[in-house]
């Protein structure tokens, strides 16, 4: 899993792209939390599988074991927003059934749609897990960072 900016208290903000997370197993999210949920990362011991949530509920699922044994928070988290915003894109959320065991996050609708077109077996769990903002082509910072 790439580094995300763990610790910014800008909701909407990462210090890099989102990549692949995994998990064990499903883990139904309803993504109907607060504007700027914190987004929770959680490792697995027994598999070294990543996974991050917005969603309190889910988080708690993952928490009280729904998604399997070894499962434990990291400690870090980001900030996003969970609803739309002007300069903000919504992140889609694949999960990627096995042998991957796997989730797949993108910023870009367009890459989402050329996933799920390419990827019949990827399940789509969502077209928005949450609202972040893109990092700056050039300097690679979001764009609303703190500076």
Not at 86 to 106: Q, V
Request: hydrophobic letters at 35%; one cysteine or more; a neutral charge.
């Amino acid at each position: 899993m790439s580094e995300v900016g763990a610790g910014n208290d800008t909701p909407g903000t990462m210090c890099s792209k989102l990549a692949t997370a995994t998990k064990a197993k499903s883990v139904t999210a309803n993504f109907s939390f607060a504007s700027t949920p914190p987004v929770v990362e959680f490792h697995n011991s027994i598999l070294d599988h990543y996974f991050i949530t917005a969603d309190p509920l889910e988080a708690t699922a993952v928490d009280n074991g729904s998604a399997g044994p070894g499962w434990s928070r990291t400690g870090l988290t980001f900030k996003a927003y969970a609803v739309a915003q002007t300069g903000y894109s919504p992140i889609c959320r694949f999960y990627l059934p096995p042998p991957a065991d796997s989730h797949f996050y993108s910023a870009s609708p367009q890459e989402c749609a050329a996933v799920a077109a390419s990827n019949p077996s990827f399940i789509l769990e969502s077209t928005s897990v949450m609202q972040l903002a893109q990092p700056n082509p050039i300097s690679g910072r979001p764009s609303s960072a703190r500076r």
